[in-house]
């Protein structure tokens, strides 16, 4: 599954200190309102790869229906988000992260990458390519397998962080 964080930003690109986020995975079936709680976020500026989609709202369950108009929005969701004019936009993907936190991926400590992924979370990254450094055989070998064991955590539905989606090595 491919996960979609939707955050709502400022009009300086700048993160709300209201910031709103939801974790779903994509899907191209409509579902039915009787399926499951349809939400729906209106009042945003919808960023698509082929530009802003303005006056549409996003319509979704545990999974995303689509863009719908507000009005549409309002009869098929049992729960409204209002974005009040700010972005509604896809969680972001980092392809190069060595550590954050104080947490280096070349230690393989699982609580250093768990505390890396929870916190770039918070800052709309969804997922991450945990990034080695140039360091011995060895050391490359043990913090492969501690990606590789926190990739299957971070896959998880309940995990609390951006998900490793594999491994950068330099």
């Given at each position: 599954?491919?996960?979609?964080?939707?955050?709502?930003?400022?009009?300086?690109?700048?993160?709300?200190?209201?910031i709103l986020w939801?974790?779903?995975?994509?899907?191209?079936?409509?579902?039915?309102?009787?399926?499951?709680?349809?939400?729906?976020?209106?009042?945003?500026?919808?960023?698509?790869?082929?530009?802003?989609?303005?006056?549409?709202?996003?319509?979704?369950?545990?999974?995303?229906?689509?863009?719908?108009?507000?009005?549409?929005?309002?009869?098929?969701?049992?729960?409204?988000?209002?974005?009040?004019?700010?972005?509604?936009?896809?969680?972001?993907?980092?392809?190069?992260?060595?550590?954050?936190?104080?947490?280096?991926?070349?230690?393989?400590?699982?609580?250093?990458?768990?505390?890396?992924?929870?916190?770039?979370?918070?800052?709309?990254?969804?997922?991450?390519?945990?990034?080695?450094?140039?360091?011995?055989?060895?050391?490359?070998?043990?913090?492969?397998?501690?990606?590789?064991?926190?990739?299957?955590?971070?896959?998880?539905?309940?995990?609390?962080?951006?998900?490793?989606l594999g491994c950068?090595?330099?």
């Amino acid at each position: 599954d491919t996960f979609l964080t939707v955050w709502f930003f400022g009009l300086q690109g700048m993160v709300s200190p209201q910031i709103l986020w939801v974790r779903f995975p994509f899907a191209k079936k409509i579902c039915a309102k009787g399926d499951m709680l349809m939400k729906a976020i209106v009042n945003g500026r919808v960023l698509l790869p082929e530009g802003e989609a303005d006056g549409k709202a996003l319509l979704f369950g545990d999974r995303i229906v689509g863009l719908v108009s507000p009005e549409e929005a309002r009869t098929r969701a049992e729960e409204i988000l209002d974005a009040e004019g700010r972005y509604v936009a896809p969680g972001l993907v980092d392809v190069h992260m060595h550590g954050y936190l104080g947490a280096d991926t070349s230690d393989a400590d699982p609580q250093g990458v768990r505390r890396m992924a929870q916190g770039v979370l918070e800052n709309g990254v969804t997922s991450f390519l945990p990034t080695t450094m140039t360091v011995a055989w060895e050391e490359l070998t043990r913090a492969f397998e501690t990606i590789r064991a926190f990739m299957a955590e971070s896959a998880q539905p309940d995990f609390d962080g951006a998900r490793a989606l594999g491994c950068h090595a330099e």
